[in-house]
């Protein structure tokens, strides 16, 4: 049972390409959600998904997609990447809505 | 507005001390939880409690205790006889069933304590 899983761990981006932040989770949760951490701060919420097939924004959308194809698999996609996405991005699951969020180990990325 | 606070940005204290986190939170709805998570130096997040708006129980958990007082807003942390291997980032976080019950955290800033030998 290998939880919550992100790759890559690291990255460094050119300002204007695009990638793809993976996020896979094995504990067969509905609620899945991507949040980014800037330094000395919180985390925040960019997108979320409640199951299969539904994805909506949350507080910090601008500059990323998502999609939800699986249960398993939660994507989130930087296109133009910006100086201003610079930071550590974590992806989390959780069985009902209500209950804890269980996190990936993260992905610090930089944009130069 | 949904909000928490966490006004304590740093905390040092030496091993065996006890310490106590605050936080604070604004919410309109009745039906909320609030979580408190661990970021170790690591960086991963590692969950620690979860409460609901309808439980005001204090909990213990070994050396760890959580004070939750809706009349004051509050969901406070205490560690009792620090160590070292408690030096981390401590996030408070809040969820309200208004949110049409996605489950989505508002996350406070975080308090960084530091434990000394």
């Known amino acids: 049972n290998a939880g919550v899983t992100q790759t890559p761990k690291f990255r460094i981006l050119k300002i204007g390409q695009s990638m793809t932040l993976q996020c896979t989770q094995d504990m067969n949760h509905n609620y899945m959600y991507w949040y980014r951490q800037d330094p000395g701060m919180g985390l925040k919420l960019i997108y979320y998904s409640v199951g299969a097939g539904i994805t909506d924004k949350g507080e910090v959308p601008n500059g990323y997609n998502v999609s939800r194809s699986t249960t398993e698999d939660f994507p989130l996609r930087l296109e133009l990447a910006a100086p201003s996405q610079t930071s550590v991005y974590f992806c989390a699951s959780s069985y009902y809505w209500s209950h804890e969020q269980y996190f990936g180990p993260g992905t610090r990325l930089t944009v130069t | 507005a949904q909000k928490v606070t966490q006004a304590q940005t740093e905390i040092s204290v030496v091993e065996k001390e006890d310490v106590t986190l605050d936080c604070v939170y604004e919410t309109r709805d009745t039906t909320y939880y609030l979580f408190w998570y661990k970021q170790p130096p690591s960086g991963e997040l590692v969950f620690l409690i979860r409460?609901?708006?309808?439980?005001?129980q204090n909990e213990i958990s070994g050396r760890y205790s959580w004070n939750f007082q809706k009349s004051t807003s509050s969901f406070n942390f205490t560690i009792t006889a620090s160590q070292v291997v408690d030096s981390a980032v401590y996030f408070c976080a809040l969820s309200e069933a208004g949110s049409s019950n996605t489950g989505k955290l508002i996350f406070g800033q975080g308090t960084t304590l530091q434990v000394k030998p």
């Open positions: 409460r609901n708006s309808f439980d005001e």
